[in-house]
Nanobody
Framework: QVQLVESGGGLVQAGGSLKLSCAASGRTFSSNVMGWFRQAPGKEREFVTAINPSGGSTLYADSVKDRFTISRDNVRNTVYLQMFSLKPDDTAVYYC???????????????????WGQGTQVTVSS
């Protein structure tokens, strides 16, 4: 079992930065692919970024490439999402997710993630 707790959300002006953290419990964090997804009001949950267990491979949605950076600390059992140049369109609830251990490929598919956090709100004002 993996439990995930996000933090770091808030209100920021357009062009600003924010860093989200996701703390994971459980013994398998270093074996889990981790991802960030987001959901805006009235929209479906969408992929943002993912990272493989070693941290050596990452995926990004085109909409956030070159603005967002995912990283992980396998000692602290934490995955981070550093967001720069934020836009009002980035406003959403951001969710941290984990694949079951044993999968080593970062994925864009939310149905391949078995564990989810409760989400943290990010609001970008224009």
């Amino acid at each position: 079992q993996v439990q995930l707790v996000e933090s770091g959300g808030g209100l920021v002006q357009a062009g600003g930065s924010l860093k989200l953290s996701c703390a994971a419990s459980g013994r398998t964090f270093s074996s889990n692919v981790m991802g960030w997804f987001r959901q805006a009001p009235g929209k479906e949950r969408e992929f943002v970024t993912a990272i493989n267990p070693s941290g050596g491979s990452t995926l990004y949605a085109d909409s956030v490439k070159d603005r967002f950076t995912i990283s992980r600390d396998n000692v602290r059992n934490t995955v981070y999402l550093q967001m720069f140049s934020l836009k009002p369109d980035d406003t959403a609830v951001y969710y941290c997710a984990a694949r079951s251990s044993g999968f080593i490929t970062a994925s864009r598919n939310p149905y391949q993630y078995n564990y989810w956090g409760q989400g943290t709100q990010v609001t970008v004002s224009s």
